[in-house]
C-alpha cells in the first residue's frame, strides 16, 4: 500500500457549491452531473477504462472525519480513460469499516458509480467544486483543474468521493 498521492496537487480555493461562483461552460455539465460519471463518460467516448492506482491507509482531518463517521480510512484512487485519452483523477475517501462491506472489500477494477448507482437509493450529497494547481504527471501537465466531490453511501457506508477533470477529457472526444 503506497502513502503517497499518484497525482500532487494543491487545492487553490475552498470547496463551495457549483452554484456559488462561474464555472467553465464546458466543464459545468460535467461538475454538475448529479448521476454516475462512469456512465457520461461511456457515452462521451469509447474505450472506457479504470486504471486501479491503488489504496493507502490514512487518517482523515476534521473537516472529513465527522462526514465519514470516523478519524482514519482508506483512500482508493483511480484514473478513469476514455477515447484511449487519461479522462479524470479520482480519489474516494471511506471509513475504515468500509472495506468490511462485501461490496466494496471486493471491489477490484470494478468503478465505483456502477456499484453506488446499481442501488436504486443511491444519492448523491454535498456536491461541492474547487479548483487545483496540478503538478505535471504521466495523466496531465501542470495546469489548473477543476474538481468536485460529493458524498455518496453504500451499503450504509459513507464516501467521500473527489474527481479531478483532465486536460484529457476533451482530447478524448476529439480523438475517437
Known sequence: MKSDPSVSFVQLDPWSTPDARPLPEALAP?????????????AHAPG????????????????????LGESHGLCREV???????????????LP????ACATLG???????GELV???REAQRH???VARFAVERSRWSPAA???GRRSLLALDGVPLLVHELFLPGLFDAKESV
Open 30 to 42: 460535467w461538475l454538475r452531473e448529479m448521476g454516475s460519471l462512469t456512465l457520461r463518460l461511456r
Open 48 to 67: 472506457f477504462a479504470l486504471e486501479l492506482l491503488g489504496y493507502r491507509e490514512l487518517m482523515f482531518d476534521a473537516t472529513i472525519a465527522p462526514l
Open 79 to 93: 484514473v478513469l480513460h476514455a477515447g484511449g485519452r487519461p479522462c479524470v483523477y479520482g480519489w474516494t475517501l
Open 96 to 99: 475504515a469499516r468500509g472495506m
Open 106 to 112: 471486493n471491489q477490484g477494477e470494478t468503478p465505483l
Open 117 to 119: 448507482f446499481s442501488h
Open 126 to 128: 454535498l456536491l461541492e
Open 144 to 146: 489548473t483543474l477543476w
